[in-house]
C-alpha cells in the first residue's frame, strides 16, 4: 500500500481482492458502460467517470470503499476531485483492471 497525495490510498490488486473476498470493501468502477459491459471486476458497482458529480458519489455504510478503472488514471482522479470536496482519505486499485488480470485474478465477459 502506498499513499499518494497525503489523503488518496493505493492498493495493489492483491489486497484489493482480499478486501473484497471478506466483505469488508465495495469496488467502485468508473470506467464507461461499454467498457464494464466488455469486462469487469464480479461484483464491483458502475459509476461512469463522465456521470460524476461529488454528491452524488456512492455510499456503502460499514463497507470501504475502493475505486477502480483500466489503468488507474481515471480512479486516480476521480479520488482526487473526492478528497478535494471533502471527503478525507479515497482509496483507489493502482493499474486497475489491468493490473488485476496481471495478478491472475478472475474477471466477467460476456
Known sequence: MSILNSALIELDP???NTLLQ?????LVDVREDEE???EHIAGSQLY???DFEVD???SYPGKKVII???GGVRSAAIGNKLISAGHGWVTHMKGGLNAWKDAGLPT???
Open 14 to 16: 492483491a489486497t484489493v
Open 22 to 26: 471478506s466483505g469488508e470493501a465495495v
Open 36 to 38: 464494464f459491459a466488455e
Open 48 to 50: 461512469p467517470m463522465s
Open 56 to 58: 452524488k458519489w456512492p
Open 68 to 70: 477502480s478503472c483500466l
Open 108 to 110: 466477467i465477459t460476456p
